[in-house]
């Protein structure tokens, strides 16, 4: 059965379909050099397992499995794992509460009128002013 093995280059085999997957990476690994720990084969989206052969992977004649290297690297220790994850760094402010704002305009007029002139209370004496802390 032959068919065609997609890396760097396309190559082609001509092998039978019981020969196991980790025979053809042998295979490969004797022309082309690259090493068999490093091998990927997938063929139609999934990874070829070393100890199933091409038939039971269904790979068929004039089929194409791609070779692909396993690239170093790993789980990452440290600040880098987060990187990008804002929310868990930020720390959460509880919302303050709202002064109460000064009056303007019509509101304030309406205020000053009740102070100065309403709500008088005539004492004998002196007259204090509005911030006097006098008894």
């Known amino acids: 059965m032959q068919f065609f093995i997609h890396g760097d280059s396309i190559t082609t085999h001509d092998l039978s379909p019981s020969v196991k997957i980790s025979d053809l990476k ?3 690994s004797f022309r082309s050099g690259v090493p068999v720990e490093s091998q ?5 989206g999934h990874c070829l397992d070393d100890e199933k052969t091409l038939s039971e992977c ?3 004649a004039l089929s194409t499995v791609h070779l692909g290297v396993k690239i170093l690297g790993g789980k990452v220790h440290g600040s880098l794992a987060r990187a990008g994850k804002v929310k868990g760094q930020t720390p959460k402010v509880d919302k303050q509460e709202k002064k109460k704002k000064a009056l303007t ?3 304030k ?5 009740s102070q100065r002139f309403v709500n008088v209370v005539l ?3 002196r007259r204090r002013g509005p911030n006097s802390n006098a008894a």
């Open 26 to 28: 042998e295979l490969i």
């Open 40 to 44: 990927v084969l997938t063929f139609s």
């Open 58 to 60: 269904n790979v068929d």
């Open 105 to 107: 305009g019509r509101a």
């Open 109 to 113: 007029r309406r205020h000053q009128y």
């Open 123 to 125: 004492i004998p004496g």
